[in-house]
């Protein structure tokens, strides 16, 4: 089998096969070491094989392996920054923290102007999809903190749903109530994402949202980043994201 003709656009065997998000790099060359990969028929055991994504047919377990060079950016976006980049009048935007060779990418979700914490940015459509549609159920949770007490009765009507804009909302999780002296932190699980739904949710009971962090959304956390810093997704993360 001869090697691609483009230097250019070589990539080694084991390379390719992480970069697919199937595995690790060290996983990587354990199965092509075993003889469970093959490239246009034939069965290659050389992990630094090289191949070309775009013309060469990579098999595991007869299955076809497809490569995308997806992209995945984890930021802790600041308050005062907008995930609606057709937003013409918004004076600042998420992607004006991303280096240029970033910015093609796109928020998975939104988070409000006035809301901090984890974003994932990526090209990878499918991911997308599946930590934002409701059907997946996927938990994002945040750090709350409101103006007065929370009672135990308006707790309760919380994670059962209360009625948003004339729809109610699915049931939450409200853990780790702390008092403070005029004000309640609260940690709060929620499915679903709609627009302001959380301090939409605190208002319908008559509270005030003073401020409002995503600190999970499904397999990702957000990690000790500060607020504006950016890292990419360890492969491990990409793997969690896209197993079933």
Known sequence: MKPCANADSELRLQVFLSRSGLCSRRQAMAIVQTGKVSVNGQVIREPSFKINPQKDKVVFQDKVIEYHHYEYVLLNKPAGYVTTLEDSHAEKIVLDLLPENLKHLKPVGRLDKDTEGLLLLTNDG?????????????????????????????????????????????????????FLKDRTTLQMTIHEGRKRQIRL?????????????????????????????????TMEEIRKLKSP
């Open 126 to 178: 499918d991911v997308a999809y599946k930590l934002t549609h409701p059907k997946f159920n996927v938990d994002k949770v945040y750090h709350v903190e409101i103006k007065g007490q929370l009672t135990e009765l308006d707790k309760v009507d919380l994670e059962e749903g209360v009625v948003v804009e004339g729809q109610k909302t699915f049931p939450a999780r409200v853990e780790r109530v702390k």
């Open 201 to 233: 949710m605190f208002r319908s009971l008559g509270y005030h949202v003073v401020y409002l962090k995503r600190i999970i959304q499904g397999p990702l956390g957000l990690g000790d980043l500060k607020p504006g810093e950016l890292r990419m997704l």
